[in-house]
């Protein structure tokens, strides 16, 4: 078994009492709006902090000023801060909606890290605003040491937003409980197009209250509109502890623009005044890298850099970030016997082949943000990820599909796990080239978990090309079933440093685990 203690620690939790016992002075009421400029005197940070990417050297640091401010960022191997060094960061203002990060390099592999944010104001650096605290585990260099995180998406979707009658969003407390490693979020991490009103009517007759904003009153067209998207579920006191303690490693999909969304496409929706979505996906790109911690990599625009990355844990695990939404051609009925764009693209693709056989972990988890065999369609004849439920040999984006996993079974990598979530259910399946329609790939494991806090639905079918066998599924019986009426899934991976064997936990809110499975280090296949 690993010698690495994991649980909430007493350290951990006492560290907290900073950012925790702050969070009640920090908690922003129920139906507040976004903060900025509203503060006289010293700069604060009332939208807490967050840690991102970290792995065993390094990490980034996020906060949230309420007016211009610089950054300082101290770290230390004790909550004391006896012994402290200093991270000096940006200046934030209005041309990044008073955001910013510090990257963190040289940090101790394997260890706990308390740090603590400080915004002073840039013309005075002696009028400074209470530190917010937080702290991470840095990954271990050491196999022995194991490893453990969690993983969901699908965040204040169709219309249910942060409940106050239900506490807002319980769910990140019963995970940040459980002191994972890190989080990976999968992606409709807001709901750029989905409207929060102040209340729904349950079919039994319940009424669901929400916190509203103005910019969640309507879809997100403007920066400031996209960037009031992404603040909103900030308002949730549970999230901000939950990042306050939990390192996480976040992708996009569609909703952070519009459902359903690929590059060059023109709408036909009339509550949008802006058609070009090209334009609404710079925007949501630019507000994206401004609220979560993230690398810019490539920049592709004002603010914005390319999601699909590596995030590498020591020697037991890479975490492959895919990006299905940036570089996919047109949704459409998926037949088209060559397709060289796909769902990656062919750069993706490239890079994705390049690093996985680079790769010397153990395990190989790729975050996907959109399911392999499960059918998802767009409208009446389109299709909106991979899938396009015609059960024989691959077309359209199945074919760039096919080009990976025939990749990794003749470059003999060892060790590949799908992770996703998307389809607001549970499931766990199997592909084989036994019951494939194409053959030329080794066995692999894909698990679903979602939503986080959003609508459930009904489980879709499964298309045969790859073989997929659905060994577990959960779902509701009918469409957008509020998260009042049924749980919130999110799963959880844990390693074993001494055997390397890796187990899935499907979980449920409430301590459920719905699904265990455990997997076997060094094969090709499982």
Known sequence: MSHRTHGPSHDRRTLLRGSLAASAALALPFGAAAPAQA???????????????????????????????????????????????????????????????????????????????????????????????????????RRRDGARFLWSGDIAGQGWGINPDLGGYRVYEEMRRLDPDFFLCSGDTVYADGVINPSVTLPDGRVWRNVTTPEKSRVAQTLAEFRGNFRYNLLDTHLR???????????????EVRNNWYPGQILDDVRYTEKNVDVLA?????????????????????????????????????????????????????????????????????????????????????????????????????????????????????????????????????????????????????????????????????????????????ATGLDATFGPDQVFVKAPTRANVSPMESPQHFGEVEIDGGSGELTVRLRAEGDAVLFSRTLQPGRVGQ
């Open 282 to 458: 710079a925007r949501s790109m630019r507000a994206f890298s401004e609220y979560f911690p993230i690398p810019t990599l490539s920049p592709r625009g004002q603010g914005g850099g390319r999601i699909h990355r590596v995030v590498r844990q020591g020697p037991l695990l890479d975490v492959f970030v895919l990006d299905m939404r940036t570089y996919r051609n047109a949704n459409s009925p998926g037949r088209q016997p060559v397709d060289a764009t796909g769902i990656l693209g062919a750069e993706q693709l490239a890079w994705l082949k390049r690093e996985l056989s680079r790769s010397r972990a153990v395990w190989k988890v790729i975050a996907s943000d959109m399911p392999l065999g499960i059918v998802v369609p767009d409208g009446a004849a389109d299709f909106e990820a991979v899938a396009q439920g015609d059960p024989g040999a691959p077309l359209g984006r199945e074919l760039q599909i096919a080009e990976l996993l025939r990749f990794i079974k003749h470059a003999r990598i060892t060790g590949t796990l799908w992770l996703t979530a998307d389809v607001h259910y549970t499931s766990a399946q199997h592909y084989d080239p036994s019951r494939a329609a194409f053959k030329d790939f080794a066995p692999f494991w894909e698990f679903v978990s979602g939503p986080l806090a959003a609508g459930g639905f009904p």
């Open 39 to 141: 503060l006289p005197g010293r700069p604060h940070a009332v939208w807490g902090v967050q840690t991102g990417d970290v792995t065993s050297s390094s990490g980034l640091v996020w906060v949230r000023s309420d007016r211009p401010a610089r950054m300082t960022v101290e770290t230390s191997a004790t909550e004391s801060f006896r012994r402290s060094h200093r991270w000096h960061g940006p200046l934030l203002g209005p041309g990044t909606d008073f955001t910013g990060t510090t990257p963190l390099r040289g940090l101790p592999a394997g260890e706990q890290v308390h740090y603590r944010v400080t915004l002073s104001d840039p013309d005075d650096p002696r009028r400074s605003g209470e530190p917010v605290y937080g702290t991470f585990r840095t990954a271990s260099a």
């Open 241 to 255: 502890r939950f990042n306050a303690q939990v390192p996480s490693i976040v992708q996009w999909d569609d909703h």
